[in-house]
């Protein structure tokens, strides 16, 4: 749920280029991969230094890597580690009830904006949510502020893995105002407390596959 009190920033013309380029590359790796990675080449000569190193340090170890190694790292990155959950309302909900709302919310923020969500999609994922930002600069640049801490913990935990993806939220990062004092104090307190473990709630909204278990990650 947006925050009333906190005005959202104006947004820059790079920006929507930038989303869309970081969507890509937050999607499954498949078979349309490399051709993500050439447009993300292009797009990021564009792009403000800081949010081109990061897009291009990834390029080039995607490049290097086998794909099918790079699919596998992207499951058990993604898949298998609940740290490194790309739903950003499970940072501030968890598995809760209020987690259903707020992917609800979501739903209804790009439905008023007209823009419709494939059968097999959550929201909250990060890919998704950087796609509308993309077509709705204004909107969406206030749902990534809104949801910034989730963003920095979730980029804090895929540098602690050793990541490749670590460079691309590193480039959503840079993409967003600086982090203020409450948003640093979220961070910090999600870091320390974790999201609310609550395991009820969010049927029938949320399908069984998307949500994080305690053997794996959220599929």
């Known amino acids: 749920m947006r925050k009333k009190n906190r005005a959202t920033p104006r ?16 999607a499954y790796p498949d078979d349309q991969f490399p051709a993500r990675l050439e447009l993300a080449r292009q797009v990021a000569t564009h792009l403000p230094r800081p949010v081109a190193e990061p897009l291009l340090e990834f390029v080039a170890h995607a490049d290097r890597t086998a794909p099918a190694d790079l699919a596998t790292a992207y499951v058990a990155t993604f898949d298998h580690r609940k740290r490194c959950c790309p739903y950003l309302t499970y940072y501030a909900h968890g598995d809760t009830r209020k987690r259903g709302l707020a992917l609800l919310r979501l739903k209804q ?3 008023a904006a007209g823009w419709r969500l494939a059968d097999d999609e959550l929201p909250d994922h990060l890919a998704v949510v950087l796609e509308f930002a993309a077509t709705d600069p204004t909107t969406g640049l206030g749902l990534l502020t809104d949801h910034r801490a989730g963003l920095e913990l979730l980029r804090l935990a895929l540098q602690d893995e050793g990541s490749a993806w670590a460079d691309v939220l590193r480039s959503v990062s840079a993409t967003l105002p600086q982090l203020a004092g409450d948003d ?9 407390e ?20 305690p053997a794996g990650g959220p599929r």
């Open 11 to 26: 947004t820059e013309p790079w920006q929507p280029h930038a989303w869309q380029t970081q969507s890509l590359l937050l």
């Open 109 to 111: 923020t790009y439905a």
């Open 184 to 192: 640093r104090e979220a961070v910090a307190r999600l870091a320390a």
């Open 194 to 213: 974790g999201p609310p473990e609550e395991q009820v709630g969010l049927d029938p909204y949320t399908p069984a596959q998307y949500l994080p278990d």
